[in-house]
């Protein structure tokens, strides 16, 4: 299992899903959440609705998600990793792009590092508060 004490601040992103089921909309169809997150600090540097179906980034929001995290550092990472169970396709051929190695991992060796955000973003939708 990975750790944060494993990683240095901006070193390497992780990118994950936040809802373990499609969030259902009426107008525009369903949707997952996903999270872009340093992993020594935990910082979400980024987040983006995207279709549940074809259940992966287009390139454009790949780019912009990946954008939006080097916006707080004015760096990108060595590293990304994404979980083995994610389709990421198109977020790797633009980390690459940009000179980031990525890696697959298991979502089990990431959960230390991703469950309060996943914790926290499905107690803000079970609360209600998300309309």
């Keep these: 299992m990975l750790h944060p004490d494993q990683f240095r601040v901006n070193e390497t992103w992780i990118v994950f899903k936040l809802n373990d089921a499609p969030l259902i909309t009426d107008r525009d169809g369903d949707f997952n959440a996903l999270a872009l997150m340093d992993a020594a600090s935990g910082f979400i540097l980024d987040s983006s609705f995207v ?27 060595k ?10 396709n198109n977020l790797a051929l633009e980390a690459e792009r940009w ?7 298991p979502d089990a060796q990431l959960r230390l590092l991703i469950s309060d955000a996943r914790e926290a973003f499905q107690e803000h939708f079970a609360s209600g508060r998300a309309q």
């Design 79 to 88: 590293e990304l990793i994404v979980p083995e169970e994610q389709t990421a």
């Design 99 to 105: 000179g980031i190695s990525v890696r697959r991992a």
């Design 51 to 77: 279709p549940s179906e074809p259940n992966e980034l287009s390139p454009a929001e790949a780019e912009s998600l990946l954008s939006n995290g080097y916006s707080h550092k004015k760096q990108f990472p």
